[in-house]
């Protein structure tokens, strides 16, 4: 069983930055599709950064620019730096593991980010 675990959410002022960690169990991990989401409240879950095997990346509009996905095969870990941080990011990041060659997807709990004005 995968189990995703986040870390490095808080507290931020408007233009700060913060990186966000997911530490992902298993030993499949460097074959698997990694994604950050997060929900605002109100609203329904986005995409915001997928990061694949290969290392190719895609970003949310929103956050293209200001945000970088990277991950590290050898710890199994993902992260999402967050720059130039703005009110509306405000939301639960959560990271998600795809592991399409079986149909797979394990979502993390979640972790606050909460940027101020």
């Known amino acids: 069983q995968v189990q995703l675990v986040e870390s490095g959410g808080g507290l931020a002022q408007a233009g700060g930055s913060l990186r966000l960690s997911c530490a992902a169990s298993?030993?499949?991990?460097?074959?698997?599709?990694m994604g950050w989401y997060r929900q605002a409240p109100g609203k329904q879950r986005e995409l915001v950064a997928e990061?694949?095997?290969?290392?190719?990346?895609n970003y949310a509009d929103s956050v293209k620019g200001r945000f970088t996905i990277s991950r590290d095969n050898a710890k199994n870990t993902v992260y999402l730096q967050m720059s130039s941080l703005k009110p509306e990011d405000t939301a639960v990041y959560y990271c998600?593991?795809?592991?399409?060659?079986?149909?797979?997807?394990?979502w993390g709990q979640g972790t606050q980010v909460t940027v101020s004005s």
């Open positions: 998600r593991m795809g592991i399409y060659f079986k149909t797979l997807e394990y």
């Open positions: 298993g030993s499949i991990f460097s074959v698997a599709v």
């Open positions: 990061i694949t095997s290969a290392g190719r990346t």
